[in-house]
């Protein structure tokens, strides 16, 4: 069975600070996902890494995948209020449905 | 481009009734995933369809079921409501040939 274990699940950090969220999987994989939730919303597409040493970037997002150590990592460069969120990875298992990380809850402060 | 959409945004029913969701992808994808948000159960893969078959589901019950239509859009059932089966549902479509999943604004269901 497929699981997905991300670290932390809450991290309250302060605007400029920098911060990685990790992404553990148990089993290979060919797609890892990651999203953004904010409060009562749905989710939306960050990046999809595909392959081994992948690394996208978006604003002050970097996301990277190692899928020999089934890791991936979601770092956050000079934190902006406005990236407060839960952040998910997700990984697409054998039937195409997701598995999903319990999520991070990041809140930003001034 | 629409985007992914689901009617209702907000369901209320009481333990033992019927909840029907509908989700409208975004045009030209043909697959179409359910999935439940609980509080403390985090997000779970419910049911995937594709090309009007169901290709796959989920841990959950047959209670929770539902079809794929002609054009695509998507109907979950969920029959026999309990009281946790209150969540957000969220459907989420992606085409052929595409790794994105997109996903709709979520229906909310509550049951009394």
């Known amino acids: 069975e497929l699981k997905v274990e991300q670290n932390p699940l809450f991290l309250s950090m302060q605007e400029g600070k920098n911060y990685t969220i990790y992404c553990n999987y148990s089993?290979?994989?060919?797609?890892l996902y990651w999203y953004r939730q904010d409060p009562g919303k749905s989710l939306e597409s960050l990046f999809v890494?595909?392959?081994?040493?992948a690394v996208k970037q978006e604003g002050r997002l970097m996301a990277s995948l190692d899928t020999k150590a089934r890791l991936s990592t979601l770092h956050i460069t000079a934190a902006v209020h406005d990236l407060s969120a839960t952040y998910f990875c997700?990984?697409?298992?054998?039937?195409?449905?997701?598995?999903f990380g319990k999520g991070t809850h990041l809140i930003i402060q001034p | 481009e629409a985007g992914v959409t689901q009617s209702p945004t907000h369901l209320i029913k009481t333990r033992g009734q019927q909840a029907t969701l509908r989700c409208s992808p975004i045009?030209?994808?043909?697959?179409v995933y359910w999935y439940q948000q609980a509080l403390g159960l985090g997000l779970q893969f419910l049911l995937w369809?594709?090309?009007?078959?169901?290709?796959n589901r989920g841990n959950f019950p047959p209670r929770f079921s539902g079809r794929q239509f002609p054009n695509y859009s998507s109907e979950l059932n969920v029959n026999a409501l309990e009281l946790e089966d209150s969540a957000l549902y969220l459907c989420?479509?992606?085409?052929?040939?595409?790794?994105?999943?997109?996903f709709g604004p979520g229906t909310r269901l509550t049951v009394t």
């Open positions: 369809y594709d090309e009007g078959e169901e290709r």
């Open positions: 989420a479509s992606h085409g052929r040939g595409s790794y994105e999943q997109y």
């Open positions: 997700a990984v697409r298992g054998g039937a195409d449905g997701l598995t």
């Open positions: 089993t290979t994989s060919d797609r």
């Open positions: 045009s030209g994808h043909t697959s």
């Open positions: 890494l595909l392959s081994n040493g």
